[in-house]
C-alpha cells in the first residue's frame, strides 16, 4: 500500500471519530455523503482510467520517446504544455492521462508541462472564465501565464534529471 493511501485513510478515521464523537448521525451522514460522491463520480473514474490505459497502448512508445520523452528536449516540453492546455475536464480526467503518459516513458519536463498548463491555460475554461469576468480579465490572466508551464516544464527538466 502507498503511503498516500494509508495518510488518506488515517485522515477519513480521524474525520469519522471526529463526527462521531458528536454524534452517531454526523458520522453517518458523512459516510452518506462520501458514498453519495462516490457513486456518482465511478462512471467518470472509469472512463478516464479506459482512455488512460489506451492511450498507453495506442501511442507507440517510439512516439514517447520521439516527442515526449527528455531526450525530445523543449519540443516535448512544449508538445506537453500544448497537450495539458486542451486536455478538458477536471482532475479525474487528466491525472490518469498524466500517469499514463508518464508509464509509457513521458519525460519529467513534459509531465511538469502538461499538468501546469491544464491548471492555467485550460482552453475549455475559456468560455466559462470569459462569460462570468469578461474577455479583457481573461486575456489578461492568460497572457500573464503564458511563462510557467514551459519555464515549470525547462526547470523540473533540469533539476529533476
Do not use: N
Amino acid at each position: 500500500m502507498k503511503y498516500a493511501t494509508i495518510i488518506m485513510w488515517l485522515i477519513a478515521v480521524t474525520l469519522f471519530i471526529i463526527l462521531y464523537k458528536q454524534g452517531r448521525e454526523f458520522s453517518l451522514k458523512g459516510l452518506s455523503e462520501g458514498w453519495h460522491m462516490f457513486y456518482t463520480i465511478i462512471p467518470l473514474l472509469l472512463a478516464s482510467f479506459m482512455i488512460a490505459g489506451m492511450i498507453q497502448v495506442l501511442i507507440p512508445r517510439e512516439f514517447i520517446v520521439k516527442w515526449l520523452s527528455d531526450e525530445s528536449g523543449l519540443k516535448g516540453i512544449f508538445l506537453g504544455c500544448f497537450a495539458g492546455a486542451i486536455t478538458p475536464g477536471g482532475p479525474y480526467i487528466s491525472f490518469p492521462i498524466v500517469a499514463s503518459l508518464y508509464k509509457s516513458g513521458a519525460g519529467i519536463g513534459t509531465i511538469i508541462g502538461f499538468v501546469t498548463a491544464w491548471s492555467l491555460w485550460a482552453v475549455s475554461r475559456l468560455p466559462l472564465e470569459i462569460s462570468l469576468i469578461g474577455t479583457k480579465v481573461t486575456l489578461i490572466r492568460l497572457f500573464s501565464t503564458l511563462i510557467f508551464p514551459p519555464a515549470a516544464g525547462i526547470i523540473a527538466r533540469i533539476v529533476f534529471k
